[in-house]
């Protein structure tokens, strides 16, 4: 039964594991075996999560057992029962829990430091062949791991010169992964500064609709920059080959190569639509003197590289557009009695259904629906939000004081031996799972908002690119072992860090010896001890605590938003209680505005892109009844930009607008604001007005401070 569970929790671990990965990735659009390994180095972190609870729970079943050695035992099934030791629902023997951490340990190590870079190099290669391809990997692959293994070289002589190691195998073993586990715990301590604050202060400004509106105008305005940015330098891209193909003869002997190179501008065309074409930009001089094989395979890798930033990009855009014509609506609609328009606009296939077979049960639906988009679900956001930031405020006191063993000051290690002292390890399994859940949430919240020189991103609804895919999924096998060991340090599960002073006998370096009677996992058996190197086992105590409080402080006072403001570069601060300014010389102010003025526009090239398609149904109409075509030149005659009409036969037109480069004649986002095409437009669908709401009832409502202090700009 216990291993049939067992087996069960890990097919819901792979279950799982696959949903994410399709929400990001996709099967359809990404190479299959990068996608294979990234749902390997996704599932075995996942797979240790969730089963270090199951050895935790055992951990004390086996304590529970050898404490009380004058009861009467019986063997079954390789379980050992006793009449007050009743074992845990998902009860394990400890050698099963030993080869799971072996392979899903060095199988993720192995993903990491081999398999995961190869790939990711072979991806963005820009070679022409498999073997030119697979050498740059190679290459690659040295220059990542060389400073790696200097920096485990030089640890190793310095152990064993100190004479603290001997050079046999077993002590090299659990040098190696205490050196992995010390890089990974530091970035572990990085990831909790931001994500203990993080994750509840994104729900309570999520619970705040002016704040999360103002997020919206500023993400768009933001996403809308990004993308210009990234097609102008498509466009350079393309115009470069294409320069390059005309100079060229067609009898080179590279000709070939720049054909492919061509070739994988017209395949992408396609998709990134004419936005991207090097029509209208300046021509620029290429010298074909020096052209080369390499030239053109560095080339071929910045143009794939290139192409993934745009696609990505746009898509990023039109779920920015998504979201704020979402959360505008919403707002509008605070602002009125019962009125269902907006949810009507805004239906799934499965209200379709609804209304078209029980129309009374969808106007009941969509009265629950408006009452909880509008207000229950705002102040859930809020109680939820608040119990977070409680619990992170508990994880942050345990990371403090998890090396003081007697008080146990520790919130988890008292949770857990309470329950361990009423026999119920059921309950330590939950108890558990939740804290590390919580714990592995906050890591895994900021690798996946994670932004590194916009190269690695995780982007939903399947647009996220292989690379980025890989680089998160190893991240993930460096993490969760040092996550891991920090959870059975809070627990005071693991005797060289639950004690005010650390000594390091030679005898308990081998990971593999018996435990004494000190409880500890079979995970710990395994994985070793973090203080076999002197200088982490005399300061771990005190820098781990320091170092997870300073970042916590600094994310809570958005220090680096801060930074980055003085340095002129428009940051969003994420405070809630944030007006406009009256004068508009903040850059932050001018930055909402235009996603304000963009996201009417938008508004209105979706409403006319509407009317377009329902006109061009009857042309088509009367083409079929008449012969004649119909006119081609509908889309100027309105003034719709050439990208937007490419859309039309699509059902959400999501194509975006350049706000600085649209056809209509205004030249900036400030124009709209005498554009009298854009300001006195409603929506067709509606009788309200989409950018007309009132603010201040809604301040009024969920500010936590008084009117004097919510006029105060919380921008710097």
Not at 414 to 420: D, Q, T, W
Not at 426 to 445: D, I, M, N, R
Request: hydrophobic share 45%; proline share 4%; glycine share 4%.
């Amino acid at each position: 039964m216990a291993l049939a569970l067992l087996l069960m929790n890990i097919a819901a671990t792979a279950v799982f594991t696959t949903t994410l990965c399709y929400y990001y990735g996709g099967w359809k659009k990404r190479h299959k075996v990068a996608t294979l390994v990234a749902f390997i180095s996704w599932w075995l972190p996942a797979l240790l999560l969730t089963l270090l609870p199951v050895d935790i729970a055992t951990t004390f079943y086996r304590s529970c057992i050898l404490s009380n050695p004058n009861i009467s035992l019986t063997q079954t099934s390789g379980v050992v029962e006793g009449p007050r030791c009743k074992p845990p629902l998902f009860h394990t023997d400890p050698a099963v829990f030993l080869l799971i951490w072996h392979v899903v340990y060095w199988g993720s190590q192995f993903l990491t430091w081999v398999l995961i870079p190869l790939i990711r190099s072979y991806a963005t290669a820009g070679d022409f062949t498999a073997l030119g391809k697979l050498k740059t990997a190679l290459l690659d692959h040295v220059f990542y791991n060389a400073s790696y293994f200097v920096i485990f070289m030089g640890a190793l002589i310095y152990l064993i010169a100190s004479r603290i190691v001997s050079f046999e195998f077993r002590y090299l073993k659990v040098l190696l992964i205490t050196t992995g586990n010390t890089w990974g715990l530091f970035l572990v301590i990085i990831f909790f500064g931001y994500g203990l604050v993080a994750v509840p202060r994104s729900l309570w400004l999520a619970g705040n609709p002016v704040a999360s509106l103002h997020q919206a105008y500023f993400c768009l305005s933001k996403r809308n920059m990004e993308l210009n940015d990234e097609e102008d330098k498509l466009k350079e891209l393309n115009l470069q080959i294409i320069e390059i193909k005309n100079r060229l003869p067609a009898n080179h002997p590279l000709q070939p190569f720049v054909l492919t190179v061509f070739k994988q501008t017209q395949e992408r065309k396609s998709v990134l639509g004419a936005s991207c074409d090097p029509i209208g930009t300046p021509v620029a001089t290429v010298d074909i003197s020096n052209l080369s094989v390499k030239t053109l395979a560095r080339m071929h890798r910045s143009l794939k590289a290139t192409q993934q930033r745009c696609a990505r990009a746009l898509d990023l855009y039109n779920d920015a557009v998504q979201s704020a014509l979402w959360i505008e609506d919403v707002n509008i609609a605070r602002g009125k009695c019962f009125s269902p328009t907006f949810l009507r606009e805004h239906s799934d296939s499965l209200n379709g259904v609804i209304q078209n077979f029980a129309p009374y049960l969808s106007t009941i639906m969509l009265r629950i629906r408006w009452y909880w988009y509008c207000y229950l679900r705002l102040w859930l956001l809020r109680v939820l939000a608040l119990l977070l930031a409680l619990t992170s405020l508990l994880m942050v006191w345990s990371e403090c004081t998890f090396s003081v063993r007697s008080p146990t000051l520790s919130l988890v290690a008292g949770l857990l031996n309470a329950e361990a002292k009423q026999r119920d390890y059921l309950l330590v399994e939950v108890s558990s799972f939740l804290a590390l859940g919580y714990l592995s949430f906050a890591v895994f919240y900021t690798v996946f908002h994670l932004r590194i020189f916009n190269y690695y991103r995780l982007v939903g609804n399947h647009h996220t690119d292989e690379n980025s895919l890989l680089f998160c999924g190893g991240l993930a096998c460096r993490l969760a072992p040092s996550l891991c060991l920090n959870f059975l340090g809070l627990a005071h599960l693991d005797s060289h860090l639950s004690q005010t002073t650390l000594t390091i006998p030679l005898s308990r370096i081998d990971s593999t010896a018996q435990p004494s009677t000190t409880i500890e996992t079979t995970y710990t058996r395994f994985m070793g001890h973090l203080d076999i190197i002197p200088f982490i086992a005399k300061g771990f105590n005190v820098y781990f605590p320091i170092l997870v409080v300073l970042l916590c402080l600094c994310t809570y006072f958005q220090l680096l938003t801060r930074l980055l403001h003085q340095m002129g570069i428009a940051e969003l601060m994420d405070s809630p209680g944030y007006k406009l300014s009256v004068s508009g010389d903040s850059i932050v102010d001018d930055v909402i505005q235009d996603g304000r003025l963009l996201l009417r526009k938008e508004r209105l090239l979706r409403s006319q892109a509407r009317r377009i398609q329902s006109s061009t149904k009857v042309d088509i109409d009367k083409v079929q009844v008449n012969g004649h075509p119909p006119k081609s030149d509908r889309c100027p005659q309105i003034g719709i930009s050439s990208r937007v009409a490419r859309y039309f036969n699509e059902q959400d037109f999501s194509d975006r607008v350049h706000l600085l480069r649209d056809t209509d004649g205004v030249t900036s986002s400030r124009g709209l604001m005498n554009d009298s095409s854009g300001a006195n437009w409603t929506n067709p669908h509606s009788d309200w007005r989409p950018v007309e709401f009132s603010e201040s009832a809604i301040q009024n409502e969920f500010s936590l401070q008084s009117v004097k202090d919510a006029r105060k700009s919380t921008y710097l």
